[in-house]
């Protein structure tokens, strides 16, 4: 019995000890409405990047078809020196904005995830590099869609 309360206590602790260092601050950059945007040209409106040039050097992994739009893998990666963050948009979803990610200075810019896509679409990786924005797209065909519908 001992054992289960010293690890429920450390399980407690550690957990406390996070939430402590998650200040305000840490979600500074979080804009709740750019993640509710209800169509592409919103979505594109909040992250700023109405006006992205289009960009090779953005590079985006997906496959043409979809068996599955429950779970469809993305990767992402930029070539571009400088970017400090790639956000990822489903211009079909119902939501388009799926994810943005921020980089220090240094880091990789590379990112994968999986995300929903409802029917077939094209999917965006925004790039912010200074003070441009850089673009790309690849269409995706769903055949069974993951949004709801």
Known sequence: MKRRAFIKGTVVAGLASGAVSLTPSAFAEWAKENFEAKDLDSALEGIKAKNAEQSDKVKIKAPEIAENGMVVPITVTSEIEGTTKISVVISENPTPLVAVYT????????????????KSSDVIAIVNAGDKIYTNKVTVKVTKGGCGG
Do not use: D, S, T
């Open 103 to 118: 980089f220090g200075e240094g880091a990789v810019p590379a990112v994968k995830n999986r995300v929903k896509m409802g």
